[in-house]
């Protein structure tokens, strides 16, 4: 009986061992993060930042592993109300998440108040000198050197015929493939038409390789930072090594061409800019300051057209009456050409109205870019609560585009939608402010391009029809879209 009695006793004072050691651990992110605020304290957003080093984030990428990933955002919305702004504890920084169109709209554009503040497993891969770490004055010089070359008028009409051309051959080349993974196709041809823009006909032998390790690389962006085999930021770090390697190839072959004086050296192309670039006081670049640009543009420049592209192909199909409007507005461009007129003018594609509507409604359904990251440079008041100096920001652009106070049936695939004029923040797919996506146009205009000309010649046939989604780190059909290209007259 005392034996019984004796082991009753510790069975308690293990459970209350137990139950002090979970109140302890569930209550050390807040001693080191929220109790030094002292009086501040009481005016952070609601939330919970946590388990220790965890905090919210098993949460997030369970979530988002799961066939419905907005239960992460549900989940504070039921707990805490709507309050548009939750402190959570994420990528290793008390941070907090804001889900208003207001309140994006002043994170992202209030420089004096907000800097950069992407994770550094994303610094890491991305680059310590790519424009999402640079301070603000570099990234404003070099934005206005690079931007001129993938968004300015000039060059996207230049542009535009390598896009087409790529656009035929390579439809006209699937047809006769069979089976196709379309989203790993779709992104090989965006692939191809950044790389002409930034590296010219040094292309053809680098392109493969740079492509696997890309599709390598992007798997860590949103993952933890457990630098493990087997984890995605271990493999991810390797992809970046590689990608380093092949950059840096090409950059010692360009500098030994200048050396070397070759004659007949082709036209510049974007690695020659970068090479060649000057600041006030006759400063160059080095060789990490230019992969490291290439690396995040040559990224952006063909993960963001490419998946959007194959979902606006995608739903399109699934809606033939918006295929038939989007069809008819591209025969009428057609009808109106001029006879001696070969291939699309940008001006042409500068009144696809109804193209545009479907492009942006799938920007919005999609939400390529579920987030943006700041960190504030003091305190900030955001709808009456306090975010703290240093803290993190998360900008949570899918809770505004999927919000259904502002977008009816938002999970609706409808372009008639955008009929009705946006306010300001309520549609964010690039981001705002002085970060604004810098490839925004060149993206829009390849995907108008290749919708051009599917509509007019071609229909997709997705075999999997029902595949399930994965969200993580961009949404996709998990079969990358199986599907068989087909003629139609």
């Not at 993060?33 to 009481?42: D, F, M, S, T, V």
């Not at 955002?73 to 889900?99: A, E, L, N, R, W």
């Not at 699309?344 to 920007?363: C, I």
Request: charged share 25%; proline share 5%.
């Amino acid at each position: 009986m005392l034996k019984m009695e004796g082991g009753s006793v510790w069975l308690l004072y293990a459970g209350g061992a137990l139950l002090a050691l979970r109140f302890i651990l569930k209550n050390i992110n807040w001693l080191l993060y929220e109790y030094k605020l002292g009086g501040k304290q009481y005016f952070l957003p609601p939330g919970d930042l946590g388990w220790p080093i965890i905090g919210n984030m098993w949460s997030f990428l369970s979530a988002f592993k799961t066939t419905n990933p907005d239960t992460f955002m549900d989940k504070f919305y039921s707990k805490y109300g709507k309050t548009g702004i939750y402190k959570v504890f994420m990528f290793g920084h008390p941070s907090v998440i804001v889900t208003t169109p207001e309140a994006c709209k002043k994170v992202l554009t209030d420089d004096e108040n907000f800097t950069l503040g992407w994770p550094s497993s994303t610094v890491e891969l991305m680059g310590e000198k790519s424009f999402i770490a640079i301070p603000y004055d570099e990234h404003k010089r070099l934005r206005r050197l690079t931007s001129a070359s993938v968004n300015g008028y000039e060059a996207l009409s230049v542009y535009i015929t390598f896009i087409e051309d790529v656009v035929k051959s390579s439809l006209e080349k699937w047809t006769t493939m069979g089976n196709i993974e379309f989203l790993t196709e779709m992104r090989k041809l965006t692939f191809k038409v950044i790389i002409h823009i930034f590296l010219g006909s040094e292309s053809e032998l680098i392109m493969e390789n740079l492509e696997k390790e890309y599709t390598k690389l992007n798997y860590g962006v949103r993952a933890m930072r457990i630098n493990l085999p087997g984890f995605a930021f271990n493999t991810s770090l390797k992809a970046r090594k590689n990608l380093c390697a092949i950059f840096q190839s090409v950059v010692d072959k360009r500098r030994s061409e200048r050396r070397q004086k070759i004659p007949g050296k082709k036209a510049k192309d974007m690695m020659d800019a970068l090479i060649d670039v000057e600041d006030d006081n006759g400063r160059k670049l080095g060789d990490d300051d230019v992969i490291d640009i290439m690396l995040m543009y040559l990224n952006a420049g063909h993960e963001s057209s490419g998946h959007i592209t194959t979902w606006a192909t995608y739903f399109l199909q699934r809606h033939p009456e918006y295929f038939q409007k989007a069809k008819e507005e591209q025969e009428e461009i057609i009808r109106n050409r001029p006879p001696n007129q070969k291939g699309l003018s940008l001006a042409e594609v500068r009144k696809m109205d109804y193209l545009s509507k479907v492009v942006d409604e799938t920007l919005r359904l999609i939400t390529f870019s579920l987030m943006v990251f700041r960190e504030t440079k003091n305190d900030v008041n955001i709808n009456g609560y306090l975010i703290p100096k240093g803290w993190k920001v998360m900008t949570w652009f899918r809770s505004i585009h999927l919000d259904p106070t502002i977008y009816p049936n938002p999970k609706e695939f409808n372009p008639e939608r955008w009929n009705e004029v946006r306010k300001a923040g309520e549609f964010l797919p690039f981001g705002a402010g002085t970060r604004l996506c810098p490839g925004n146009d060149l993206a829009k205009l390849e995907i108008s391009v290749f919708l051009h000309h599917f509509l007019l010649g071609y229909k997709l046939e997705q075999l999997n029809p029902l595949a399930p989604m994965k969200f993580l780190p961009h949404t996709r059909p998990i079969d990358n879209c199986v599907a068989r290209i087909k003629k139609v007259k």
